[in-house]
């Protein structure tokens, strides 16, 4: 399972996923959390479960969403899955 969180930073909203150096910054929280979820989303459909974590100010874990992947679109073989900097770009 594919971590994805959402921290405050001094001056805007980190996102983070584990084991990708390359931490994402927003201006606003709501910007973080919104593309943590379609990041999520992009991992479950790919056949890959994630978890969003989202830290307050306070540093305490204000929410947590999982994404279970999701199943085949119909019969036979799945297609393969994009590469992981592939989904994050587009998130």
Known sequence: MRVITVAPLADGWRLSVETVENDMV???????EAAARRLALRL?????????RIHLRDNSLGARFICPPAGPKG???PAEA???ADLLEAA
């Open 26 to 32: 927003f201006a606003s929280g709501a910007a973080a």
């Open 44 to 52: 479950s459909q790919a056949g890959t479960p994630a978890e969003v």
């Open 75 to 77: 019969r036979g073989a």
């Open 82 to 84: 994009p590469a992981l």
